[in-house]
């Protein structure tokens, strides 16, 4: 078992909430956030959406930036998710020098580029947009609106961009290179998203169905959340309230497709079992996984066959928050960790919304509400070309 890391602030914002507190409420109400698109600009309103329920305008407006400030949907919403998680840390900008930031985005600034495409091509309108547009810059513009962080990095490994994003802020802590990382990631729908993801044939035009027999494909969604992760000497310093504790984590990539998971889900069993192991938890201690589950035929069989292979005839209670937000992509890792830490502190088990038969060859996932007292969750976050994470997250217990 290694060093604690402590969770002392995170921000949250899905098609479920804003905040955490709303995104506790709606959870715990079972209410989804997946309905027809609204602010995406695209004829294919067949596709259900957890869109955030704001427009850039709205949220610039939050957020006090102009009207003619160059931005992104990306970035808009990482900076709100950011603001929450700071103010709950008690992180003010004077420690910000101190303080890395790791974010994780694959789209990045693609929204804007998508709208002014032809502006570039054809005059010089809107070419300030240019540069907005890779990963980099929607980290480096949602840093920059708190401040001057030690330092700003940006990671792209599709799905499991954020979780990865919170285990190299891990990884600095445990080596020493840094007190408090802020993590996660930020991700905004695009036609680029919608369009791929319909050319690989794995678009529901129904609400998704994990781990449903009559499951067929994932509805996409849109977010971003933050943790703050801190040394359990800096938090102990700061006297700073803990949410909860990272207490393992893994990263696996078993490279069986560009983007199918391979059938025996052998890069997902990989990562579970290195988060228990570097946690020193047992399998029999955990007591929720909240899976990937996107709803496609391959990953649900993917993942189910790994939970079978390290949990055996007893698989935790397990379930998919897809159907609540659409699948986030690249800040699924993180938006789904915060709701893993709001079920640990508040006793429940996130329902499978949507399920109603049994698959022949997989999990049958929480589909009742139910209160529980958690201590430990495994979180997982699966990425195309077989890029595997999964996250052991506990409750924090007072020594």
């Keep these: 078992m290694t060093a604690p890391i402590y969770i002392t602030g995170c921000g949250v914002v899905s098609a479920i909430g804003l905040n955490q507190k709303e995104s506790l409420e709606t959870l715990m109400g079972e209410h989804s956030g997946v309905g027809q698109l609204t602010y995406l600009k695209t004829e294919h309103k067949e596709f259900p959406v957890g869109e955030v329920k704001l427009s850039d305008a709205e949220m610039r407006n939050r957020l006090g930036?102009?009207?003619?400030?160059?931005?992104?949907?990306?970035?808009?919403?990482?900076?709100?998710?950011?603001?929450?998680?700071?103010?709950q840390a008690e992180?003010?900008?004077?420690?910000?020098?101190?303080?890395?930031?790791?974010?994780?985005?694959?789209?990045?600034?693609?929204?804007?580029?998508?709208?002014?495409?032809?502006?570039?091509?054809?005059?010089?309108?809107?070419?300030?947009?240019?540069?907005?547009?890779?990963?980099?810059?929607?980290?480096?513009m949602t840093a920059k609106h708190f401040g001057d962080f030690a330092f700003v990095t940006t990671l792209s490994t599709?799905?499991?961009?954020?979780?990865?994003?919170?285990?190299?802020?891990a990884n600095m802590i445990r080596c020493g290179e840094a007190e408090i990382v802020i993590v996660g990631g930020s991700e905004c729908i695009t036609k680029f998203h919608l369009n791929g993801f319909n050319s690989l044939m794995i678009l529901d035009t129904k609400p998704c169905r994990p781990f449903d027999a009559t499951r067929n494909g994932l509805n996409l969604g849109e977010g971003a959340a933050y943790l703050v992760l801190e040394s359990e000497k800096s938090a102990k310093k700061r006297n700073v309230k803990i949410q909860a504790v990272?207490?393992?984590?893994?990263?696996?990539?078993?490279?069986?497709?560009?983007?199918?998971?391979?059938?025996?889900?052998?890069?997902?069993y990989r990562a579970m079992?290195?988060?228990?192991?570097?946690?020193?938890?047992?399998?029999?201690?955990?007591?929720?996984?909240?899976?990937?589950?996107?709803?496609?035929?391959?990953?649900?069989?993917?993942?189910?066959?790994?939970?079978?292979?390290?949990?055996?005839?007893?698989?935790?209670?397990?379930?998919?928050?897809?159907?609540?937000?659409?699948?986030?992509?690249?800040?699924?890792?993180?938006?789904?960790?915060?709701?893993?830490?709001?079920?640990?502190?508040?006793?429940?088990?996130?329902?499978?919304?949507?399920y109603s038969q049994a698959m022949d060859d997989g999990i049958i996932p929480v589909h009742q509400s139910t209160k529980k007292d958690l201590k430990h969750i495994l979180c997982n976050a699966f990425g195309f070309g077989g890029n595997d994470s999964s996250l052991l997250l506990s409750k924090f217990e007072q020594k």
Excluded: W
């Design 65 to 87: 930036i102009s009207d003619n400030a160059i931005t992104t949907r990306t970035a808009l919403m990482g900076m709100l998710a950011l603001d929450e998680a700071l103010k």
């Design 91 to 140: 992180i003010t900008p004077e420690m910000l020098p101190e303080i890395g930031f790791i974010s994780g985005t694959t789209v990045g600034g693609m929204d804007m580029s998508e709208q002014f495409y032809l502006d570039y091509i054809n005059n010089d309108a809107h070419k300030e947009y240019i540069s907005v547009h890779d990963c980099g810059n929607c980290s480096e």
């Design 158 to 169: 599709a799905c499991s961009s954020a979780a990865n994003a919170i285990i190299l802020g």
């Design 246 to 268: 990272l207490s393992g984590y893994g990263n696996a990539c078993d490279a069986f497709h560009q983007t199918a998971s391979s059938p025996d889900g052998e890069g997902a």
């Design 273 to 354: 079992k290195e988060a228990l192991e570097i946690a020193g938890v047992k399998t029999t201690e955990v007591d929720y996984i909240n899976a990937h589950g996107t709803g496609t035929p391959n990953n649900d069989v993917s993942e189910s066959q790994a939970m079978m292979r390290l949990f055996g005839n007893n698989i935790p209670p397990a379930s998919s928050t897809k159907p609540f937000t659409g699948h986030t992509t690249s800040a699924s890792g993180s938006i789904e960790a915060v709701f893993c830490i709001l079920a640990l502190q508040n006793g429940f088990l996130p329902v499978n919304l949507n």
